[in-house]
């Protein structure tokens, strides 16, 4: 009650300074806190370019063939300035485009830390060559890349198609870095020359004749005088904030043609439907992390993460293009005809017909050099493991962070958190884990408690043990400037803070008021920020206490855009280069110190709001500061299949909605919909009445206590998703196209969606609904309703009247899904409970699942091979169980209860075979929905048996 | 045998203390549990009996079959407590956390006996105290329904001590409650009669008045009204020389003995100084300053008796004063102080009638606490609750915000005096104004005991009293009367 008033006197005193946002009951963003493509210089420099013919120019002399990589100079032929260009043939069907200056005047910035490794390459091999360009083999089939000269493009063609096209538009540009024209120019050119040679002391790939040099730098010199110097290069003023822009304008900008494609998905995080849209109209959708208060829905405005992974597709062929820049970028969608930008020398190669339909994007950001993958698939399924390959798959969550997550700004106290936790077990709903926000540090000092109303953390949490329950508590990155705080002074003593543009500490204004931002792109700083969830570090940190990272844009309430000045400085880098990675880093550091402080035993549980890409190693995502509206339930689905589309499967919406207050409808509805969907977590603003979910009559407490507890019984299932998308990078929740790729009539759902492969979602997002129009897709296929276990034929659009208790669920004909039907308080009392196989028959009588047992929550699956994969196939009338790993070893004591043959028949004897004999089982059999329900198999989860349906 | 009925039973996490159901007939309980168990101590615990109550027992006796307990389904008695679940109802499986909607009974031997949900067996969670519960064997369960049953006896006996001498104090809050209730209506008959008076007095001075005004208007013009008196020395003065017995208090007598009317210099009548005293019983020092003393400073009507006026000097008057009044100034301002009496008379009935018009309890138990505040500090905060009336905050630095006024008891049906409600506090920045709801406890003291914000701005309160102890107690009897 105390710390409620203080937090909002801090508002009150961040209200009175002017920074906070705008709270004053505008219920939508304040856009003019937030950047237009025309208010960010670079942007408006680049969109004003003209679609004239490309300056660049390739100088095939350069040319240079190594094993797989191939480097040849550009030169822009309008200021003579050089490019390198970088070519390398990846494994896995994916090829590398590298382009900087030949030699810049200091080193740009290329993002690591991204990337799980060096990308294995694959040779290249010249197929042609003359004065026009270059033709390479991308491999033994068809696939072939030809550069044509001048005016500088890259075509990669499969036979006679051309699949994507680069600087067919010729919008390459490249800002080279050059010194400023006040300052002396031989300071900078000494400046510029020592750089050179820092460079060339760590670079093998400059190692460059000296004669080719000189006649660049002079040619540079030359074009420079004609370069033209345009408003904002030097400096730019946001409404009260200036971008000093030390080092001028340096930002790039590539096109990439897509000839036969209308859809194209992905660069997260807009709240945005699945498909994206043409952006010619309007801005283009920009990706800057920010915290963006109230955001809009169907705006191409940049929000928390930031993941530059745009996919393409049609029937034909699934594409990703991975623009690896951490840097503010911008993306322009436009769509064209395909004959309208094919020339060169690819038109020797293939041809396209004039008027099939083209996608154009294009990529621009603010500095780095460019570093595009393009991820030439086919199947979407490629596509994701191509980008596995590069940046990695998901993490694999403990078990129980699959459950229910109940959260709130915030549980008051350990009473309160006692309490909440008891009215759980009161109304039997199913819970794992409780949060507390940042009411429950003292003061806002985040590793601490508030001495008042948590004065034993480790009773509370030792509470929740006793109930097989878990906490999260938040630990956010911005660090109270105060002298009597240990975080703030190691890191200022160890000076690990970002620095200002005057090499001071940075400073900015967060929830503790002044704060200082660790500099988490430092290695030190991560290791030493690890080593402080150790538990004789964080006092009153349990094992059954995990974290959560907010405001990791990061937020900075006073800085421009509520994120960090452009100019602050990073090591040897400036904010500006690192912007996006930021949230990565801190999200990475602390899923370090979870595995650190139990010995490298136990899985993390991180949840972070800011993200990259390569953020699914580390843990779960959320869409943010949502909203309680039914367009925010309602774009949960696509922003989460979006997030899915580029590796981070682990992604949830607050349920309920942050601001405002749900209705009794809306919350319910939003619970059927978030239990369907990968992270489930009710959370509310600070200034709403308490909602939860026995708050609203009994009959309200019992539709959410069916919703949840669907969840629960499906968690056997979400898990072994959650295993593959680990394994594969495949994403848990999925739009229908993945899985139907050639049917168009799936390329624009995002009202409903796939987890896996068998379950179809379909949630009631709008208000006062009687119904939904379910799309059952596949020819010949069939899907069984989830609840009724009717029948329906695919390829078809169904409409499924709905109550307040429906969550229209189809399971998929050909499938089988293993369920633990006993619901009980935590995922953690189900671990030794029995399954029951929900098998559903394809119209040819056959189906296959899969079992995936674990321990639930350490490493031991990877590091010891202690698990249970199975396959569960049903054939021939007969349901069996097959060992799909055979080197592993896990024992559980799970068994199998039941097993429901959905569209099955009545047998006349039921017999189970095992390695210990054969025996008869008790069935029956319901005619009027043809289930055949066999009784009390009762075999190890984990053993070979078979059962046959005679 | 069986004395109660098992649909009564409580859930195993009902606490003894506040539920309201159980306590006595719980007494009783232990001891019948106790003998039963020891006599059919004979055929206990087989895995087919796990989970069943005693008076259930007779329909899982050792037999071919089972029937479900609906009826609904005869199944081989084998498949009883076998970890699959056959009935609809659930109870085939007692024992076991096979059925959904099944429930496993703690038998909890010198404790009280309980239903779990069925989820709750071999979870990992010790839920009866006798471990029954976790019969898998996975998880260890020490049994500690001894203790327990020791110390919820304990707490109960000692409860019900508090209980009975928080009747003890209800029923000599109930007599005062009588007493207080009998003088506030007196105090109201007397204001209404003193009202009736005055508004006799009142149309007699308004025709003199008009005869007065005819004649000031020949004689002379109006003559500004006095300065403000010097305060409180001069008042405390004249107040040290009234209080004839000096017990720090003005009597009726006392008041006649010195001050007269103004015009006449004749003596008051007791209901004149009523009035002009704000009300019936003697007035202090304060009382006086706010009524007497101010119509003495306007020198309307009375004065000071001549006597001790010289004792005094003139109250502090400044020279307009001290020019005899006219006949038409007096008149007026007889009328205004008439007037004002008049009002204040009006308004102090008006807020007795509000006090006498709220429902004090059945017994008017509650009536004790109008008037009274209660405090509780809590961090950097004060809690002020005053029943009948308001709840206030009060930070340390300092600033009060209302958290809400009286508006009615809250409680359900059957316990309407177990809760308050205050509203339309101190609107919530960005919200609702703030609501304060107070539960009642029975204790046998009266305090603020707890203060919780659950939501924002919606502020819970405990309160404790002795006149809350009846409700809990026939609660209790209510439970006993229906268990046994």
Partial sequence: ?950 | MVLFKEVLLPKCNESGGSSGYLPLALIMQYHIVVAVAICSAVFVDSRKIRGISLAYRKFYKEKKTFLCLDGSKIIPFDQVNDDYCDCLDGSDEPGTAACLNGRFYCTNLGFRPCYIQSSRVNDGICDCCDGSDEHDKRTRCPNTCRNLGQQERAALEAEMRAVDDGMHLKRQLIKEGVSMWQEKQNQLKDLQRILSGLQTKLEAHRKRKLEADAHQAKVMGVLKSPGDGAGGKTAARIFGQLDINKDGSLTVDEVQAGVVNLQDDRSLTEEEVTALLGGPGPADLFRFQQTLWRSLQAAKKVKIKADLRGDLGPPNEGPATRAAPSAARQGEANLKEMEEALETTRAEIGNLEKVLSTDYGSSREFLYLQGQCFQLVVYEYTYSLCPFSHVTQKSSTGAEVSLGKWRYWAGPQEHPYSRMEFEDGAPCWQGPPRTTLVTLTCGTETALKRVREPTKCQYIMELWTPSACEQQREARRRGVHSEL
């Fill in chain 1, 1 to 950: 009650m105390a710390t409620f008033i203080l937090s909002r006197l801090e508002m009150v005193w961040f209200l009175v300074a002017g920074v906070l946002l705008v709270l004053n009951g505008v219920r939508a963003v304040d856009r003019s806190n937030f950047k237009t493509c025309d208010q960010s210089s670079f942007c408006k420099r680049m969109r004003t370019m003209g679609l004239d013919q490309s300056p660049y120019r390739a100088i095939l002399e350069t040319l240079e063939l190594s094993d797989s990589r191939l480097t040849l100079q550009l030169i822009n032929d309008n200021n003579k300035v050089r490019l390198l260009l970088e070519l390398y043939r990846l494994q896995g069907n994916m090829t590398r485009l590298k382009i900087n200056e030949l030699k810049p005047l200091r080193s740009r910035f290329e993002v690591p830390d991204v990337l799980v490794g060096e990308p294995p390459t694959k040779p290249l091999s010249m197929v042609s060559r003359d004065e026009a360009g270059v033709v390479l083999s991308l491999g033994t089939d068809a696939h072939q890349l030809v550069l044509n000269a001048r005016p500088f493009r890259l075509d990669i063609v499969e036979g006679a198609r051309v699949l994507l096209s680069v600087n067919g538009r010729g919008l390459l540009a490249f800002e080279h870095l050059r010194p400023r024209k006040d300052t002396l120019s031989k300071i900078s050119s000494t400046v510029g020359s020592m750089w050179d040679s820092i460079k060339n002391m760590f670079s093998s790939n400059t190692q460059k004749d000296s004669e080719g040099e000189e006649t660049t730098e002079g040619a540079q010199e030359e074009g420079e005088e004609r370069e033209e110097e345009e408003p904002g290069m030097w400096e730019e003023t946001f409404k009260s904030h200036v971008d000093s822009k030390p080092n001028g304008p340096s930002s790039i900008s590539l096109d990439f043609s897509l000839p036969g494609v209308e859809h194209v998905y992905g660069i997260p995080e807009h709240a945005e439907n699945l498909r994206l849209k043409t952006t010619d109209k309007g801005d283009p959708y920009r990706l800057y992390n920010l915290d963006v208060f109230q955001y809009e829905l169907y705006n191409p405005m940049a929000l928390y993460g930031a993941v530059p992974v745009l996919l393409s597709h049609n029937a034909q062929r699934t594409m990703g293009i991975f623009w690896l820049n951490a840097a503010e970028t911008w993306v322009d969608i436009s769509a064209n005809t395909a004959g309208k930008t094919l020339s060169g020398k690819v038109l020797d190669h293939a041809q396209v017909p004039s008027d099939a339909p083209q996608t154009d994007v294009r990529w621009f950001s603010e500095s780095g050099i460019i570093d595009v993958f393009i991820m030439l698939g086919p199947k979407p399924s490629d596509v994701f493991t191509q980008y596995a390959s590069l940046t990695g798959t998901q993490s694999f969550p403990p078990l129980s962070t699959l459950g229910y997550h109940q959260c709130r700004w915030n549980y008051n106290d350990q009473e309160d958190v006692r309490a909440v936790d008891a009215g759980f077990d009161e109304h039997d709903i199913p819970y794992d884990f409780i949060w507390l926000d940042i009411e429950h540090t003292d003061g806002k000092r985040y590793f601490t408690w508030d001495a008042a109303n948590f004065p034993q953390p480790r009773d509370m949490l030792r509470g929740l043990q006793d109930k097989r329950r878990k906490m999260v508590a938040i630990v956010d990155p911005h660090i109270k400037v105060d002298s009597g705080y240990r975080i703030h002074n190691e890191i200022r003593s160890r000076n690990l803070y970002v620095k200002d543009k005057d090499g001071g500490n940075y400073e900015g204004w967060c929830w503790p008021g002044t704060a200082g931002y660790p500099d988490f792109t430092d290695p030190e700083m991560r290791a030493w920020w690890a080593s402080m969830f150790a538990y004789d570090k964080y006092e009153g940190s349990m094992e059954n206490l995990y974290t959560w990272n907010d405001m990791n844009e990061p937020s900075v309430f006073n800085g421009p855009e509520v994120t960090m000045h452009k100019d602050a400085i990073h090591g040897t880098w400036e904010h500006r280069d690192v912007h996006n990675l930021y949230g990565l880093y801190v999200q990475m550091a602390t899923a370090e110190g979870l595995i650190q402080r139990s010995g490298g035993v136990e899985r993390p549980f991180v949840l972070t709001r800011a993200f990259f890409a390569g953020s699914q190693r580390y843990g779960a995502v959320w869409t943010g500061d949502n909203a309680a509206e039914w367009g925010h339930l309602k774009i949960s689905i696509p922003m989460c299949l979006s997030l899915g589309l580029v590796g981070i499967s682990f992604c949830g919406a607050d349920v309920g909605g942050f601001f405002k207050n749900p209705g009794p409808e809306l919350l319910v509805r939003w619970y059927q919909t978030g239990a369907y969907q990968p992270f489930f977590r009710a959370h509310a603003h600070l200034d709403t009445p308490r909602r939860e979910p026995w708050l609203f009559g009994p009959q309200n407490t019992a539709l959410i206590r069916d919703a949840v507890r669907q969840r629960y019984a499906l968690l056997p299932y979400w898990y072994q998703l959650f295993y593959h998308a680990h394994r594969t990078g495949e994403p848990v929740m999925r739009p229908l196209w993945v899985e139907y790729p050639q049917d168009v009539a799936t390329f624009t759902i995002d009202d409903q969606f796939l987890l896996g492969r068998h379950l179809l979602v379909h949630p009631v997002t709008e208000q006062g609904s009687q119904g939904v129009s379910v799309y059952l897709p596949g020819v010949g296929e069939v899907w069984y309703d989830a609840h009724t276990f009717r029948r329906h034929d695919g390829d078809q659009n169904l409409f499924v009247p709905v109550t307040l208790s429906s969550i229209p669920v189809f399971q998929r004909g050909g499938s089988i899904i293993p369920r633990k039907v006993r619901i009980r308080r935590s995922s953690t009392c189900m671990e030794n409970d029995p399954y029951t196989l929900y098998v559903a028959l394809s119209p040819q009588g056959t189906a296959d699942g899969e079992i995936y047992i674990d321990d639930g929550h350490t490493f031991n699956y990877d590091r010891q091979k202690q698990f249970i994969h199975r396959r569960l196939t049903f054939a021939n009338s007969s349901l069996s169980s097959s060992n799909l790993s055979a080197d592993s070893q896990f024992t559980t004591a799970s068994w199998i209860e039941r097993v429901l043959i959905l569209g099955g028949q009545e047998p006349s004897a039921v017999t189970l075979r095992t390695a210990d004999g054969s025996r008869s089982l008790e069935f029956e059999f319901d005619a009027a929905t043809s289930v055949l329900t066999i009784h009390k198999p009762g075999v190890n989860a984990g053993s070979d048996w078979t059962v046959l349906l005679q």
